[in-house]
Structure formats: C-alpha cells, structure tokens
C-alpha cells in the first residue's frame, strides 16, 4: 500500500484506468500516510477525506462502466492554500482569510477537477504566499522530511514536503520570486515556474484591489518531469474571468536527442557566490551530461542581474500593498523584515542586495510615475533576456545560493560556508531574475550536500516554449538523477 505513495501521476492514472489499483486504494493509501506522518511535518494544513473518499468512489464506479473524467480519473492531489477550493476554507496563511471558504474554485483547481483530479486537501504556506519558509499565524510551521530541524523552503512549503515525503503526487503552486522553485531545490523534487501568463491566476489569493498582474505564475511540484507536462496541459489556457491571459496553445517539443542541443551553464554569478556543495552538484552535473555526448558549454549570459534584482524588488514594492489589507499587522511585519534584512549578514553584501534602500522611498510615496518607469525598465531587461537564451536551448544555473537551512525569523541571514548572506539574496538571487523576465524555468534533483540535504539545479528556456523546456529537463534527469525520497517515509 505504501508503494502507492512514491509512484508518479501519470503511472498512478494508468494504474486506475487499467484496473491494476482503484483511486480508492491510491486515496487511503495518501490518507493513511498523511495520518503518520503530517503531524510532525505540518504539510497538509486543510484535510477533505471524506470528500476524497466519496469522490474516489465516483471515479471507480465510472471506471467499472467503462467511462473516463479525464487524464486524471480518480488520482488524488493537494492545493496551496493560496488557492480558492469551493467549499473548502482557503486562507493563504494570512489570518484575516482564517475563516474563508469560497463558493467557487480557481480557474486552475476547476481545470484539474475538470481533468478527473481529486482534492485530497490543501498544503500549508508562507504568510500571505510572502516568504521562503513555511511560517504563519493560522497553522504550525512547515518542516522539511529530509530534517525536521531545516526548513521545506516557501512559500509553497507544504507543497514541496508533501510531495518529498510521499503525502501527494502533486502539488499545484504558484512562484512569485522563487516559491515553486526554491521548495523544490530544499526538497529533491521537481518544480515547474511557466511563462508568466502562461497559466490563469484567477482565484489566487490574497488579492486587494485586483489580481497581480506581473511575475505572478501558477505551477506545480511533483516527482517526475512526465507529471510537469501533464499537469501544464491541463491548467494552461485562457481564462474568461481573467482577460489578460491569451490564448497561445502549447508548444510541441522538437525530438532531437541530447548530443543535439544547445546547453549554457554556470555554477555561479559572481556577485552571488553559492555554497561549494552546490557549485560542486552543478560541475558534476555537467560531467555527467558531457559523458552522455550533450555540447555543454560554460556561458555566463551578457544579461544585468543586479539590475533585474532591483527591478523585482522596486516592482514588487508597487505591487504587494494592493494586494493585503494594511493593518498594524502588516506594517509591523514589513518593517521589522526590512530592518533585519538592513542589518543581518555580510556588510557588503547588504549593500549589494540594498532592499530596504528600493522599497522604503517608494512604500512611503508611490507614484503612477514611478510604476510605469519601472515596467519600462522591465521591459528592457526582458528584451535582453530573450537575445541572451535565444543561442541556447536550456540554460542552467543554481537554484539559490544556499541549500536548505535551519528555521529562523524571516530576514535573519543565512550561514553559507562560513559567511552570513542577507536572507532574500540567499534564497532569491538566482530566482527573482525570470520571475521578473517572466521566463519558464524547470528545477530538477542533481544531488546532495555533505549532511544529507538535497540539491536541485534550474533550467531556463525561451519565453512559450515550455514543452520544448520540459522535453529537454526529462532529457536531462535521465542522466543526472531521477527522485529520491526521504529515509523514514
């Protein structure tokens, strides 16, 4: 039965279609590791199990007469809590959504019903989808199945524990500066960020005075790159209630083999260097794929990072207040976040990073101005993103500077090799570029650290091409290293 738990969607679909196992079998299967284990990892922060179990029920009582719902029939998955789920409270771990069930579903969780898909529940997050651990003031802190002591990663923290430790397949989150990528690098699993505007956002909370409408993208988590590519075409698409989504059909990858293509990596930019056992996954990693015939060459992009992190935290600065009420809470949060990030960690590395310099100017006087300035400036750096990757078919680089790391209050640098890094540019440095470009990337397992902890590597395609970014991550898995999960689960 346990066996169950670690087999990827799309072999569990084919197991439920073909009658080797019935989505009740694979459901109890979840639900009895969900009620092993997920006390201590706190993953799972909303259960449905007795919906689950009645909705599996459905799909096998369909099955038996022959009929299907969809490429999903009867495989049960989990949600981020950012997510709305008719009838089942969604809070986005921010405390006053604690009590908010919707009447209706999100564009994405209607599509993956839709498909046959069934809601096991909902995964616990980051405050208000706003951090890069699983902290907030409904639910208890999300810990990582690899150490319960070093934190799952955010914001989508249940998501990527569940997945590790075998409590869901899949897991359906979004990534705003790294959320979908960074767990899934903490974790040793696989995450998908598509184009930004690829996938509806519609029904992803919190939301203030309208949705956000840059570097916001919707993904998921899973154990194999197959499940990526299910998952993404069942939840791309255009969206009636969200206009700005357009209608471009998915790519079709090209066949061409590994020694065929057109590989770029680093092991680090060198304004963000990254721990040695990270430098050393990604050079092993490129070892491998030259042994297995891949042209791969060391390409450091002609692109202004630094300046697509100032960009991104200018932006985000606009952005984020229209998105949350702006309560004592909020401001007491937000401004002891700044002064932690203006004082913890290496003292030129601050200087570097420079947060609190962007965001305070513009959170005390936010001009209409200054918006359209800084999306012009975006513009321009997604412009000489697209000329950098257009030589390349898939461009690696690490995920963040750190492995995962032990819990601490957010803004509290993190020690990498015996240095203190300011804690958003420990995690974000090498994610918030192509949430701000708005590029797909595919994060991939590529090994571990010295004590034990998983390592993941991105992988950056061109703008709309994420099939093709897929077809060449499985490519790549193959020979670097397919998942492995957690002793003990």
């Not at 719902?69 to 709305?84: N, R, S, Y």
């Not at 002609?302 to 932006?315: K, M, P, T, V």
């Amino acid at each position: 039965m346990d066996d169950l738990t670690f087999m990827p969607v799309h072999e569990l679909a084919r197991m439920i279609r073909e009658r080797e196992t019935s989505s009740l079998e694979v459901v109890d299967a979840y639900l009895q590791k969900i009620d092993k284990y997920n006390s201590q990892l706190n993953a799972i922060c909303t259960l449905d199990a007795e919906n689950a179990r009645q909705n599996a029920k459905l799909a096998d009582d369909a099955t038996s007469h022959g009929e299907s719902w969809g490429v999903l029939h009867g495989v049960p998955i989990t949600i981020k809590d950012a997510f709305e789920t008719a009838g089942l409270r969604t809070t986005a771990g921010y405390k006053p959504l604690k009590d908010y069930v919707p009447n209706q579903d999100a564009t994405v969780v209607h599509s993956l019903r839709a498909a046959g898909a069934i809601i096991l529940g909902k995964t616990n997050l980051a405050n208000a989808s706003g951090d890069y651990q699983g902290f907030n003031e409904i639910f208890p802190r999300v810990n990582n199945p690899w150490n319960l002591n070093y934190t799952p990663g955010g914001s989508s923290s249940g998501g990527a524990a569940a997945v590790a430790a075998g409590l869901s397949p899949l897991d359906i989150c979004s990534d705003f500066g790294g959320s979908i990528r960074q767990p899934a690098h903490f974790c040793g699993i696989f995450g998908l960020k598509p184009t930004d505007r690829r996938v509806p956002t519609t029904g992803n909370l919190p939301v203030g005075v309208g949705s956000i409408r840059q570097m916001m993208t919707v993904g998921a988590l899973a154990r194999s790159v197959e499940d990526l590519k299910i998952c993404l075409s069942i939840i791309a698409g255009a969206d009636n209630r969200q206009p700005d989504i357009p209608p471009v059909p998915l790519d079709i990858p090209s066949k061409r083999n590994l020694e065929d293509l057109r590989i770029g990596w680093i092991d680090e930019i060198s304004i963000w260097t990254v721990a040695e056992d990270i430098k050393l996954a990604v050079q092993t990693t490129v070892q491998k794929l030259r042994n297995a015939g891949a042209q791969i060459e060391r390409e450091h992009l002609e692109f202004d990072f630094l300046a697509a992190w100032q960009i991104y935290y200018a932006l985000s600065t606009y952005i984020f207040p229209l998105t949350q009420t702006q309560d004592f809470d909020y401001f007491r949060h937000n401004i002891t976040f700044l002064l932690r990030e203006a004082t913890t960690g290496d003292k030129a590395l601050r200087q570097i990073s420079n947060i609190p310099n962007i965001a305070f100017p513009i959170g005390l006087n936010p001009t209409l101005k200054g918006y359209f300035e800084i999306l012009q400036e975006r513009d321009r750096l997604v412009s000489q993103m697209d000329r950098e990757l257009e030589k390349w078919d898939v461009w690696l680089c690490p995920v963040a500077i750190t492995p995962a790391f032990t819990h601490r209050p957010q803004g509290v640098a993190v020690e990498v090799d015996n240095r203190k890094v300011p804690y958003q540019m420990a995690n974000g440095a090498y994610t918030v570029p192509f949430n701000l470009t708005g590029h797909p990337v595919v994060v991939i397992p590529i090994g571990q650290t010295k004590n034990g902890l998983p390592i993941g590597m991105q992988l950056v395609g061109k703008r709309w091409k994420e099939m093709e970014l897929l077809s060449i991550a499985q490519k790549i898995s193959e020979v670097t290293q397919s998942f492995e999960y957690p002793l003990g689960y």
